[in-house]
């Protein structure tokens, strides 16, 4: 038996199992959120404000769109993604947000169902963050019940005239273009509404406890008219947007664990240099059992999310699949996040520090994306056959 060394935020060794280029991505956007993401988010997080800087920066890095291949996208694989999300929550959620949402609920729909001319229309622009994009798929009245939907449009001529409003929205108001989900009498069609076009505003929800350096905001609707050209042609069931969703999901439960690997990382360091009773509390059998136990959860989110991601490059994915990582990643990240707070005693509550950030964070990333509610009735369908939503 080795005496090796082992990485306490890596304890199976997943880093051997991936390979030369997903090493590569995962190493250089370590860095950039060490050198220039980590720097800045606890400020950012208490002023309440997007560092939009960052999007020139990782546009740069070719972090959006990544998964697409061509449009000046960086075609990587699922893997990739993942390690992009991991690396990006690892600083901070709401800029993993940011690139979740550019990413798979944006540029992802225009590629899977759009026409060849809206594709190079926006992909490039939002590869290079020249172009924003936001996802309008919850309504105020409930977002676990997306088939319920309110906001309406209809033929008139040519166009669409589109009605209603979408909640919780990231993105909302600094967006070009809004994909919005909205029905119809031919079935829920995909709309891209551009900022300018009359009749669209859009308010930010203030003053949030949780995602503080993510914009959030409603999206209201009246009376806009929309060009057929602006409707996303290859598709017209809630199939479309519960694709995007899949591909989000599938990244959400890769990036919650860098939060839980930020939050081990920090409760290690605290309670070995905190002095309690004449020795270093991380000596001490319970706290040792608590950061063991923090331990297992990340090791089984990580090795989760690596088949998952293995299998969706096969692509052989299925979505029950990815309710299962997403709600089993998101739980125990939360867990964690929370234990580290108090491992830091009172210290624990203050922004010098990151689990309290990550523990208010992860408040809203185990919500949006689906419920953990909803992702485990999502497999209780799969292993009994029998939709129990209702
Ligand atoms: C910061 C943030 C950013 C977001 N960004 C976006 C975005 O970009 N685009 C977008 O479209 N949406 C976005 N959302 C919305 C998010 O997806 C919804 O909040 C989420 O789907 C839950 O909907 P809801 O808040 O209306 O809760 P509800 O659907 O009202 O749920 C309330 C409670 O009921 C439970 N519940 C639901 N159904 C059942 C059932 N059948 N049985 C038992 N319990 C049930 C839920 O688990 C939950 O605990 C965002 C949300 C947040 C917080």
Request: aromatic residues 6%.
């Amino acid at each position: 038996m080795s005496a090796k060394q082992l990485d306490p935020l890596d304890l199976y060794d997943i880093r051997s199992e991936l390979s030369e280029d997903e090493v590569m991505v995962k190493d250089s956007v370590g860095r950039f959120v060490d050198d220039r993401v980590i720097p800045l988010m606890q400020e950012a997080f208490e002023k309440h404000v997007f560092p939009r800087h960052l999007v020139a920066e990782v546009a740069e890095l070719g972090l959006l769109g990544s998964s697409i291949e061509g449009y000046d996208c960086a075609g990587l694989n699922s893997v990739s993604y993942g390690l992009i999300c991991q690396e990006l929550e690892r600083g901070d959620s709401g800029l993993r947000s940011f690139v979740s949402v550019q990413s798979s609920l944006v540029m992802y729909p225009i590629h899977a169902y759009g026409s060849e001319e809206q594709k190079q229309r926006w992909l490039p622009a939002m590869a290079r963050g020249e172009a924003i994009g936001c996802f309008g798929l919850t309504e105020a009245h409930g977002g676990s019940d997306p088939g319920n939907m309110k906001t309406h449009a209809k033929r008139d001529g040519d166009d669409w005239i589109l009605n209603g409003s979408k909640m919780w929205i990231t993105n909302a108001t600094i967006a070009d273009a809004a994909v919005v989900w909205a029905m119809t009498e031919e079935g829920v069609k995909g709309f891209i509404v551009e900022k300018d076009m009359p009749g669209f505003e859009t308010q930010e929800i203030e003053n949030k406890f949780s995602l503080r350096t993510s914009i959030t905001g409603a999206l209201f609707f009246d009376n806009v008219r929309i060009p057929e050209a602006s409707v996303l042609p290859g598709v017209s069931t809630l199939k479309g947007p519960l694709g995007c969703l899949t591909q989000a999901r599938y990244g959400i439960s890769w990036g919650v664990i860098g939060a839980a690997q930020a939050c081990l990382d920090e409760a290690l360091r605290y309670s070995e240099d905190r002095v309690l009773f004449d020795r270093p509390v991380a000596h001490t059998q319970s706290m040792q059992i608590r950061l063991a136990d923090m331990a297992r959860r990340i090791t089984t989110s990580q090795l989760l999310s690596l088949r998952l991601g293995r299998i969706k490059d096969k692509g052989e994915l299925s979505p029950s699949q990815v309710s299962l990582a997403k709600w089993n990643n998101c739980r125990a990240a939360l867990d964690i996040a929370r234990d580290a707070r108090d491992i830091l005693g009172a210290a624990g509550i203050s922004a010098e520090y990151v689990p309290i950030r990550h523990m208010l964070n992860l408040e809203s990333v185990i919500t949006y994306e689906g419920t953990e509610t909803i992702h485990q009735l999502v497999i209780g369908q799969e292993l009994t056959g029998v939709n129990a939503f209702g």
